[in-house]
């Protein structure tokens, strides 16, 4: 097995993740529907990127992509300096759990499992040992604010809280790349406003933050915004500070 | 780090488990009680087979015995209103048996007769069986105290005998029996000797419906054997025993010899002689009126029941085990389906595929092993009860827990590959997006 760590140079000059003619379609019967079109996005380390466009402009798919939850039906993804169409399944999952944070917008917490085992299942899957996970997860847990809420389970948890939660969680094998789905869209403001301090924060210690929102606001905090119409990048907005 | 995650992938597995017990407890119950009646059945089997195997080789597996039987009515001759009836083994077959058949090592003769003993107001029921001294050389009777006939008595034909425990205990209750008389037929037997309990000699199979010799007829009534001297029965019974049987209009009995046993230096010569005994008798037999029972042989063919038994009992066994197996990859397939969303999860968090495979198939085996050691524990009890209240021998083998534990195991891969690879392969995405 390859070590992911190694191979996909992070640290190099350039892009930490670069698109060309990335193009992502569905075969719907005899139509195609093609879902993004010659998306061409290069994305530094460090950056805070937000991505607007009206409902069903793709911005799901694409940030997918950037997960390596998805492939591109055509064009090229290339995630530190690698290529990814190369690679396999495992190797994909490997990218996930070592480099990737996911923070969705229903939570998907895993309703079994309290806080400290919903953080470590991305270190579980690394192959941290059990001392060093329980105690990691513990520490993630109070820096999100959940130090009194361990073994909660998620259904005894407010929604901010379950969404930090999913932040600990996305931040447990200390990943480059944060990517958050509407994090925000379920919950109300003040929670809302809580978890965009927290991803502030993330920034700040120099995490990729990369966030699909609806909320103009938010647009406001990320250096850049994208705006995708119908599978296009419509518009691309620095911001400066 | 692999301890670790056996131990997460346990503990996550019964948890999951757990949290739907009435439902994992129902799907088990097509395990447990797959795996019990298998152990339970083999038991019963294995405790028969022990116990006919036992009984047989007690006849003794380098043993001929050749008995008397009445023949078939109409093969008597004469046919009609037949007044006196002779048949049966006689001294002269055993002679023959001793000088034609080169491989014969000992023969016994036997006659055995249906007698009262009386000893002071106790009377019993027994059987006299006029015998050699080195009749205990060939069958699993074995002194207890005192001895046994010796070349002398039969040489003098002593008034001497040798009573089996039982009949000991019913004649004699607090004197001790050596050197005491018994009184049999107005003559007087000094007991020189107690032997262990007389065997029951089980017929080959085909036989034992048929009417054997009134000895053997009233054998169920008799409370043991007395061991005369062959020579003394002789001579205070007559040459012959004589009996009015109860059917055919009184008809009378003359037999010499009830039993002659005949044993072969080893195994191997049995089914030679056998043959040479077979030619033998029925060139001076012309009627059916003998039969050759072959421990050896019934050996053989308890041997080979014992195969059929088995492969039956292993088929319901197995289908039954399928049913079982088919029920849990159906709440598997459930389960998965119910779980979707937690697999897109995993994946999204750096799950591979073979992580979700083991997640799944872990669940499995946690549930048909656990119902796989409940069936082995149950399996255990029932041939303990069996055993109790059911009077029959059961023998539980290492060797099947040991299958039933792998067949539990078995069935848990067979039967959770399926599910959890079908886990493994769903699409992330669409599995995140499941509700
Ligand atoms: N598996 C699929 N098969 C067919 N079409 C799909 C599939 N997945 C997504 N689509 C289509 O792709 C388009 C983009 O979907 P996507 O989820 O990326 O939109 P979005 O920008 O995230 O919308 P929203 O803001 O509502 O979340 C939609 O029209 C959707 O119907
Ligand atoms: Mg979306």
Redesign the pocket.
Known sequence: MIDFRQELDFDAEGPILAMEDLCKS?Q?GATE?R?LREINLAINSGEYVAIM?P????????LNMIGCLDRPTSGDYRLGGQSVSVLDDDDLSMIRGARIGFVFQSFNLIAQLNVVENIEIPMYYQGYSEHESAERAEELATMVGLGERLRHRPSELSGGQQQRVAIARALANDPLIILAD?PTGNLDSSSGAEILMILDRLREEGKTLIV?T?DEHIATRAERVIR?FDGRIDKEEFNTR | MFIFRLKRTIKLGAKSLWMHRLRSTLTALGIIFGVSSVIAMLAIGEGASRDAQEKIAQLGSRNIIIRTIKPPEDQVAGGQQQTLMEYGLTYDDAERFQNGIPDVQVIVPNRRISQQALYRNRRVSLEVVGTVPWFPNISPTRIRFGRFLSTTDMHYKQGVCVLDERVVKELFAFDDPIGQAVKVGGDYYRVVGITTEQSKTPTSPELETKDATGAKKAAGANVGAMYVPLTTVKDRFGEMSMQISSGSGGTLERVELQEIIVQVQDVDMVMGTRQSVQTLLSRFHKKNDYEIVVPLELMRQAKDFQRIFTIVLGSIAAISLLVGGIGIMNIMMATVSERTREIGIRRALGAKKKDIVIQFLSETLILTLSGGLLGMALGALIPFFVTHFGQMRTVITGSSLILAFGISGAVGIAFGLYPAYRAANMDPI?SLRHE
Request: a negative charge; glycine letters at 16%; zero cysteines.
């Open positions: 569905y719907l529907l879902v466009g409902s069903g402009s793709g911005k799901s798919t694409l509407e699909v609806h995708l | 669409e």
